[in-house]
């Protein structure tokens, strides 16, 4: 096993591309060390050997300046004197610390202590926006009061919020910023050696109103995805440098644009998620300025650079560098991808470096990646032969209505995905099913949650995603969600969570909203419908709780909603009595497309 006992105080060995100075400087693309491919067996001994280079992890502001640098050496050196104080607590080993993830140098140090010190972190979410206080709050205290958290952490900016949020949970024994952490004694205990099968950490699921879910991930599940990754996904090599704007809660951003460019001794450059929400630009500008080689992206991502970039925007970029445009995370549109490389064409962008991804954190991330260098392929299909066959038969005809699918890859060595039908059976190439995933990768569980656990994973652990798809010469194509998870701009949505919130409100009664996502295949947006069954007769008081609906999603969620107020009984039941998400889907589907009332079709279980 690799040691991760090692010199407190490794020198910062010169690069031949690095220079001293007096200003701050970013961490060079170009290391000492040679190249290692996360073959490591855990975090801490991965980051002992990246410390001997003079990588690490370099952060922006919105405006493009270098705010702070964060060589690996000095990671590791933090992370070890933080750990010193973490063992003032004298916690069980395993104990679960919480850290309010906004995009800096202090939470993944903070990551890093929890791991020498023998603690499982997890990530916590910044606020979606600045109306959502009351219900940030309360997700906070479920994702506390799931993980039994015994300390909870975050920056200056978010700590009130945190304070509110262990009110009532017993499981907090501290609560603090990192830096009344450093000013606590240290306890100097030798620093024990983490195991493969320890928990690494845990990946919150989203969740507002309702119980988070926290997925299981050991040592040796992420590794086995990282090494999957950086070697057999990304092909990573010498000289790579990552660019990157995505969450570091979320697991694209933390599992890959923070560790494995860790495990691969690679530099990576940081622009805030809310920085890039109102300048996207400055991340291609990154790119473009840092030769970066890496970069991934949700859809949505791209979509917002193709509607910012101007023309004069265009000659500032030079983009030819960049070899592996990874996109993930969301439904993938072809339209997206089609339209951002003709946009920046110009600034040097080969559509051959997109690289479309499938993965889920329940698979830690990753589960399939499509051929590197190959760009995005994608297939046209029948609707018609889609809807009612559950077959993925080729379009044939000029004319007749298709869906357009993306090819996401095939599996990572060491992983099998399998499509079944509603009964488990395994359906046959072209046959439309449920996702199945089996690997080395997958989640424990989810974090004292056995029964959410046991819907997750079947029988010979394959985990159920959730999705829906089909195989086509071994390559996965996914077409939809079965599961009742809404999609939007990266954000997943659970219905659950819409519904609960709206039936909050004295107005609505239990089981009487249904919430679901409604695509737009001209646009690739997607728009969240609530249905709610209203007795209310009164004009007024009928847009009064339509305008607070709204108004209540969009605190809790960051998105908009439409609204419909329908008259009781109306929400479509399935034969067991549930409320049937699918049909009332295409009840509205139908009225927006046909009539100018809403009406609904029957169901059967779903």
């Not at 270098?66 to 004298?90: C, G, K």
């Not at 950490?201 to 950086?230: D, H, K, W």
């Amino acid at each position: 096993m690799s040691s991760t006992i090692t010199k407190l105080n490794a020198p910062l060995t010169q690069a031949f591309d690095f220079q001293p100075s007096s200003e701050l400087q970013f961490t060079p693309t170009f290391n000492t060390l040679t190249q290692r491919l996360a073959d490591f067996d855990t975090l801490t001994s991965a980051l002992e050997y990246a410390a001997d280079g003079v990588t690490g992890y370099n952060f922006y502001d919105a405006r493009g300046n270098l705010r702070s640098v964060l060589p690996y050496s000095e990671l590791r050196d933090n992370a070890r004197t933080l750990a010193q104080r973490l063992y003032s607590f004298d916690l069980p080993r395993g104990s679960r610390v919480a850290i309010i993830a906004d995009t800096s140098a202090e939470f993944v140090e903070l990551f890093f202590a929890c791991r020498y010190a023998g603690l499982v972190p997890f990530a916590m979410p910044i606020p979606v926006n600045l109306g959502s206080h009351a219900i940030y709050v309360q997700q906070l205290k479920g994702m506390l009061e799931s993980s039994q958290a015994s300390i909870a952490l975050a920056n200056i900016d978010y700590v009130n919020f945190l304070q509110e949020a262990v009110e009532g949970v017993e499981s907090i024994r501290w609560v603090g910023t990192p830096g009344k952490l450093g000013e606590l004694p240290p306890v100097y205990l030798e620093l024990q050696f983490n195991h493969p099968d320890e928990i690494a950490y845990l990946q919150f699921t989203s969740g507002s109103t309702r119980t988070p879910r926290g997925v299981v991930i050991t040592e040796r599940a992420l590794m086995c995805n990282l090494q999957g990754i950086v070697r057999n996904g990304l092909e990573i090599r010498p000289g790579d440098r990552s660019a990157s704007w995505l969450p570091f809660y979320h697991d694209m951003g933390l599992v890959g644009l923070v560790l494995a460019p860790m495990v691969t001794q690679l530099s990576v450059d940081y622009l805030a998620t809310r920085d890039f929400a109102i300048r996207p630009l400055q991340w291609l500008r990154l790119i473009s300025r840092n030769r970066c080689t890496v970069a991934f992206s949700q859809p949505f991502g791209l979509k917002l650079c193709t509607l910012r970039a101007r023309e004069t925007d265009l000659k500032e970029l030079d983009l030819s560098c960049w070899r592996a445009a990874g996109i993930g995370a969301e439904m993938i549109r072809p339209e997206t991808l089609r339209n951002f490389a003709e946009k920046f064409a110009s600034a040097g962008f080969d559509e051959s470096a997109f690289l479309p991804c499938y993965g889920l954190a329940e698979s830690t991330l990753a589960v399939t990646f499509s051929r590197i260098g190959t760009g995005c392929k994608s297939i046209q299909v029948d609707s018609k032969t889609l809807i009612d066959k559950k077959m993925a038969a080729r379009l044939q005809a000029n004319g007749r209505k298709q869906n357009e699918f993306v090819n996401c890859g095939r599996p990572l060595p060491g992983h099998t995905v399998k499509i079944v039908d509603e009964d488990g059976e395994q359906l046959s190439e072209m046959m439309v099913g449920s996702v199945l995933v089996h690997g080395d990768s997958l989640m424990t569980g989810y974090y004292n949650n056995p029964e959410e656990t046991s819907r997750a994973l079947k029988s010979g652990n394959w985990l159920d995603t959730g999705d829906i798809g089909f195989l086509l010469g071994g390559d996965l194509f996914i077409t939809g969600r079965r599961t009742d998870v809404i999609i939007v701009n990266g954000r997943n949505i659970r219905a659950q969570d819409i519904e609960e919130l709206a039936e909050q409100q004295p107005e609505v009664r239990s089981r009487e909203a249904s919430a679901f996502g409604v695509d737009n295949s001209e646009d690739g947006t997607t728009t969240i419908v609530l249905v709610i069954e209203c007795r209310l007769t009164s004009v007024t008081e009928r847009q009064s709780l339509t305008i607070r609906l709204q108004q209540l999603v969009y605190m809790a969620f960051g998105v908009n909603c439409v609204v419909e107020l329908v008259p009781p009984h109306t929400l479509p039941r399935t034969s067991s009595g549930k409320l049937s998400r699918f049909a009332a889907k295409q009840g509205y589907i139908q009225r927006t497309n046909l009539t100018g009332q809403l009406f609904f079709v029957e169901s059967g279980d779903r």
